[in-house]
Nanobody, 123 residues
Framework: QVQLVESGGGLVQAGGSLKLSCAVSGRSTYTMGWFRQAPGKEREFVAAITWSGGNTYYADSVKGRVTISRDNAKNTVYLQMNSLKPEDTAVYYC??????????????????WGQGTQVTVSS
């Protein structure tokens, strides 16, 4: 089993920054991803990173503003978000995919999920 616990969400003004963290315990995961879900909308992909950190993937909507990283020694994945916009407001979820699965930008490609952390960007 894998447990994922997100932290770092909060309220920030447009143009500001937040850094989300996801603590991973249990089995190691190959790909880690971040997704978000705004009220009334479907969950959408934000970013993903493979175990070595050598490959990263970003949604077009956040590319250039968001950086995903991981520290395997600390079993933690990060999402640095800059130049935040009101449309970034959502619950952000950390997700993990087990070894052997191809890196995915869809939620079906992940085996484990955190409980989510709220990010609210005011205009």
């Amino acid at each position: 089993q894998v447990q994922l616990v997100e932290s770092g969400g909060g309220l920030v003004q447009a143009g500001g920054s937040l850094k989300l963290s996801c603590a991973v315990s249990g089995r190691s995961t190959y790909t880690m991803g971040w997704f978000r879900q705004a009220p009334g909308k479907e969950r959408e992909f934000v970013a993903a990173i493979t175990w070595s950190g050598g490959n990263t993937y970003y949604a077009d909507s956040v590319k250039g503003r968001v950086t995903i990283s991981r520290d395997n020694a600390k079993n933690t994945v990060y999402l640095q978000m800059n130049s935040l916009k009101p449309e970034d407001t959502a619950v952000y979820y950390c997700a993990g995919a087990l070894w052997g699965r191809r890196t995915s930008v869809t939620s079906r490609g992940y085996d484990y999920w955190g409980q989510g952390t709220q990010v609210t960007v005011s205009s």
